[in-house]
């Protein structure tokens, strides 16, 4: 088995994707992976369907389905805080991963795709949702939320730059320096974007 599913910590997955070979390999590369496909979906309602029956750990959804499609279901199984959701898209357009990002969806991938890609995708979207679940029970009032979360994201973009820290470990820079400093993660990454990692401290001037 595969370290990125330790066997203490079986990941369930709901599948969306209504090209029928491509589920197949799909639901084989997340099976040789060490995780358990709970559910598999030819169509968007159904995604949403079996996410709410089965609540699983991760969403994989297809952008082009029919009844309802994937960017559509993401907003839906996010909007309920079931599971993280990585989008599958033939096309790479900036909007499309736009819309998906607005959507909810905490990855994408760009089809076709190796098992090398998928699974980064994987780590990437459990982690940010992670961060969200986190940022959420640090803020209650739901548009403060979504401004917190684009200032973390910003943040975290410069701490990538600036001291070339992964995704999640700029999040626990923030995360720390936010309980170090007692402040909140919303203070620290405004003190970031404005003046960079060796000023968090002055986020509350």
């Keep these: 088995m595969n370290s990125s599913a330790p066997s203490s910590i079986v990941r369930r997955v709901v599948i969306a994707e209504d090209e029928a070979l491509i589920r197949m390999d799909l639901a084989e590369m997340l099976a040789e992976e060490g995780y358990d496909v709970v559910g598999q979906a030819a169509d968007g309602e159904q995604a949403v369907a079996l996410?709410?029956?089965?609540r699983p750990d991760l969403v994989i959804c297809d952008v082009k389905m029919p009844k309802l499609d994937g960017i559509a279901a993401a907003e839906r199984i996010a909007a309920q805080r079931i599971a993280p959701v990585v989008i599958l898209t033939a096309f790479s357009q900036r909007e499309l991963v736009e819309r998906a990002r607005d959507a909810g969806a905490?990855?994408?991938?760009?089809?076709?795709?190796?098992?090398?890609?998928?699974?980064?995708a994987i780590e990437?979207?459990?982690s940010r949702f992670a961060e969200l679940q986190l940022l959420e029970s640090e803020v209650a009032d739901l548009s403060e939320r979504l401004e917190t979360?684009?200032?973390?994201?910003?943040?975290?973009?410069?701490?990538?730059?600036?001291?070339?820290?992964?995704?999640?470990?700029?999040?626990?820079?923030?995360?720390k320096t936010a309980m170090d400093l007692r402040l909140s993660m919303r203070q620290v990454a405004d003190g970031v974007v404005e003046h960079g990692s060796g000023l968090a401290g002055r986020a509350t001037e």
Excluded: N, T
Excluded at 154 to 173: H, I, N
């Design 106 to 120: 905490m990855a994408y991938l760009v089809k076709p795709f190796s098992r090398s890609d998928l699974m980064p």
């Design 51 to 54: 996410a709410e029956q089965h």
């Design 149 to 175: 979360r684009k200032a973390v994201d910003r943040a975290k973009g410069v701490l990538q730059k600036e001291l070339g820290l992964s995704e999640p470990d700029a999040f626990r820079w923030i995360q």
């Design 124 to 126: 990437m979207a459990v």
